[in-house]
């Protein structure tokens, strides 16, 4: 599988970053049945487009250049979709993706199920406990803005852990701060890891309660790439006042259809006869999003 990196500076197309989404799905199947342990392949799946969208468009960063102060800052707050932003990474030119494949989850690798600044450079903030990325996120928001710094901090949450309080309080706080530099994308799956959310929690009217908070609110399609561009390029300018969130609407294992919806494959591991019936099935769906 070869690797499509954009050079510094290039904006790929619409067409472009489909294929690099596609791309890094085939990698983190590819991912998932070589590593003999489970994957959490579900939300990896659910939000392949939107990182591919972040690290390969939208946001200002240089692989060979990661101390960079001006480059743009990224906190994944749903840290067990760690593998699917290792991907997007190695193909954007961080780091060889055949590494990730030769170490991921073993004692001391870089690559864990959850990721760590110290282990592995590039990586902005350790993840992993759910509710706690975007906090971080208004921090490093703030402290950029007590240096005159005009970089922007991206944060992806999943829904689910928008249920905690500490999210609501940060989105408080960006607001009272002024804080345009924040840039929250919500991957709506509407899946939590035994049941689907609103089963658990009534998250509806979803995008209201960050409007609540006086948020930008922009609402898109997660899966589809034209969309994702149009939200980074409408975004209002990091010198703003208000903090914008991308709330995008999402399946849960997309690009595999007997994933999809699928509570079973929150994370998971595949055999070689469901590896070939996954890329089977991602293939499908590729022909028929480009028919």
Known sequence: MST????????????????????????????????????????????????????????KVDPSDIANPGRDRFVLSKGHAAVCMYIAMAIRGFFSYDEIVATYGQLDSAYGMHPCKVQLPGVECSSGSLGHGLPIAVGMAMGARHRGDDHRVFCLLGDGETGEGSVWEAVMAARSNELGNVVAFVDRNRQLMTSFAEERIVFEPYPDKWRAFDWNVIEIDGHDMSQLVGAIDALPAADSNRPTVVICETVKGKGV?????????????????????????LQASRKKETF
Not at 26 to 41: P, S
Not at 259 to 281: F, I, K, P, T, V
């Open 257 to 281: 259809d007997f994933m999809e919806h699928n509570l079973a494959w929150h994370a998971g591991s595949l055999g070689a006869a469901d590896l070939e019936r996954a890329m089977a099935a």
């Open 4 to 59: 499509q990196t954009a050079p510094v500076g290039a904006r790929p197309s619409v067409k472009e970053l489909e294929d690099l989404a596609f791309e890094l799905r085939e990698k983190l199947l590819h991912l998932c049945g070589t590593y003999e342990g489970a994957v959490h392949i579900g939300g990896d799946l659910s939000s392949a487009d939107i990182l591919t969208a972040l690290f390969s468009y939208g946001m």
